[in-house]
């Protein structure tokens, strides 16, 4: 179920580890407002987001383990299949949406100019293919890094369950 709707891996997303947290360590579970990636921490710091505008853009939420790649919205089913709140996760935003400016500390300690509009960016992996111009159907690309995957560029969503 999972891998069928966030196209993704259980092993490889970060559903494991908020279920971790649920079972191990409830306490802190509840107290935790909203689960986002690395990126968008530091994306919402530098602009002073508060948690109530915590977001993640959609070509992340796949990773989340909670995530309906093809509607790029949060599985409720899948939050209700494992019991998580679909509450604690971040608002879904496009890449190319601005998330805020940048806030006049992040500005000094950045030596940049505040008010700068953050934009909420991409994973690494999309990012990547847009560079690479994979942006026709038939189009394919290798990646060969941390993460090797061999992608091509369809025109609907197909998750690969096998």
Do not use: N
């Not at 970060?14 to 935790?32: A, M, V, Y």
């Not at 960016?121 to 690479?132: M, R, T, V």
């Amino acid at each position: 179920l999972v891998l069928e709707k966030t196209g993704c891996s259980p092993t490889y997303a970060h559903g494991p580890k908020i279920l971790w947290w649920k079972e191990e360590h409830k306490q802190i579970f509840d107290r935790i407002y909203k689960f986002i990636v690395p990126a968008c921490y530091v994306a919402g710091k530098m602009a002073g987001l508060k948690g109530k505008d915590a977001f993640i853009d959609y070509t992340y939420i796949h990773f989340s383990g909670f995530g309906h790649a093809e509607k790029m919205s949060w599985s409720e089913e899948l939050c209700d299949v494992f019991k998580v709140p679909s509450s604690k996760l971040p608002r879904i935003v496009r890449p190319w949406d601005i998330v805020g400016k940048l806030t006049s500390k992040a500005a000094r300690d950045c030596s940049l100019i505040q008010g700068i509009p953050i934009a909420a960016g991409a994973g690494d992996q999309a990012a990547g293919f847009l560079g690479a111009g994979i942006v026709d159907i038939g189009r394919v690309v290798d990646v060969a890094g941390t993460a090797s995957c061999f992608t091509s560029c369809v025109d609907k969503y197909i998750p690969d369950v096998k």
